[in-house]
């Protein structure tokens, strides 16, 4: 019997979902392939950019009836070696590793819980992906 295939949500295409109503679609044949789950750092976004009452609904609908994946303590150790090596390898300055931390920790900990990311994002993901591998997909 082969393991389910675990998908966590990038924040991006929740707030594209929730204020223009994209990737109804795509959302609706990832859920055929992937079981989703919710990443602790992706609902921290979510509630911290929330503008909408409706948006802070939906929101916790989603905390209360997805799992929810939550970095350990390796993942924060080894994102903080990937961010000090995209520092060292290619001279980031403080804002973009500050704009990379939550994306690191959504990495790290997807990776340890043999998930796939799905993001809109693809630039900081194919940098982070470049010092430790994890699977992610592109919508």
């Not at 903080?80 to 790290?108: H, Q």
């Given at each position: 019997m082969s393991r389910a295939k675990i998908g966590i949500?990038?924040?991006n295409?929740?707030?594209d979902?929730?204020?223009y109503g994209?990737?109804?679609?795509?959302?609706?044949e990832i859920n055929?392939?992937?079981?989703?789950?919710?990443?602790?750092?992706v609902l921290l976004e979510l509630y911290t950019g929330a503008l909408e009452r409706e948006e802070k609904k939906l929101i916790t609908k989603m905390e209360r009836h997805l799992g929810i994946i939550n970095p350990t303590p390796r993942n924060w150790i080894e994102s903080g070696k990937i961010l000090n090596g995209l520092i060292e390898r290619y001279g980031f300055g403080?804002?973009?590793?500050?704009?990379?931390?939550?994306?690191?920790?959504?990495a790290m900990s997807a990776r340890s819980n043999g998930a796939t990311v799905i993001t809109n994002?693809?630039?900081?993901?194919?940098i982070i992906?470049?010092?430790?591998?994890?699977?992610?997909?592109?919508?």
């Amino acid at each position: 019997m082969s393991r389910a295939k675990i998908g966590i949500i990038d924040s991006n295409i929740y707030i594209d979902l929730f204020r223009y109503g994209l990737y109804k679609e795509e959302l609706s044949e990832i859920n055929k392939s992937f079981i989703i789950r919710n990443s602790s750092v992706v609902l921290l976004e979510l509630y911290t950019g929330a503008l909408e009452r409706e948006e802070k609904k939906l929101i916790t609908k989603m905390e209360r009836h997805l799992g929810i994946i939550n970095p350990t303590p390796r993942n924060w150790i080894e994102s903080g070696k990937i961010l000090n090596g995209l520092i060292e390898r290619y001279g980031f300055g403080y804002r973009k590793i500050r704009d990379l931390v939550s994306d690191t920790l959504i990495a790290m900990s997807a990776r340890s819980n043999g998930a796939t990311v799905i993001t809109n994002n693809s630039d900081d993901f194919e940098i982070i992906r470049k010092l430790k591998h994890f699977n992610f997909m592109v919508l």
